[in-house]
């Protein structure tokens, strides 16, 4: 069975930080694209950043450039997200989600094939 669990998130400061973590089973880890999303209430879901597995190319949502990091540790099949000077906006529930192969260039558009439940990011001002 096909699971990616996030964890890490909670309640942060505006300028703090938090790591993200998306835990993956029941699939080959090691040639995937994994993507974070976000989705705030009332906002429709936005690709955050993307990782492909197999090489380690990266993608960002433009306002987090400089500010998130998205890692991937084949090892213990997981993905990292880094993130840093953390604004009231970044506020949102972020989910992972998985599809074979790399990142696609659009890949904050792809539907991917498996999703995790999602962890609250809650930045107050």
């Known amino acids: 069975e096909v699971q990616l669990v996030e964890s890490g998130g909670g309640l942060v400061q505006a300028g703090g930080s938090l790591r993200l973590s998306c835990a993956a089973s029941g699939f080959t880890f090691d040639d995937y694209a994994i993507g974070w999303f976000r989705q705030a209430p009332g906002k429709e879901r936005e690709g955050v950043s993307c990782i492909s597995t197999s090489d380690g190319f990266t993608y960002y949502l433009d306002s987090v450039k400089g500010r998130f990091t998205i890692s991937s540790d084949n090892a213990k099949n997981t993905v990292h997200l880094q993130m840093n000077s953390l604004k009231p906006e970044d506020t949102a529930v972020y989910y992972c989600?998985?599809?074979?192969?790399?990142?696609?260039?659009?890949?904050?558009?792809?539907?991917?094939?498996?999703w995790g439940q999602g962890t609250q990011v809650t930045v107050s001002s």
């Open positions: 989600a998985a599809e074979p192969g790399p990142c696609h260039p659009r890949w904050f558009s792809r539907p991917y094939d498996y």
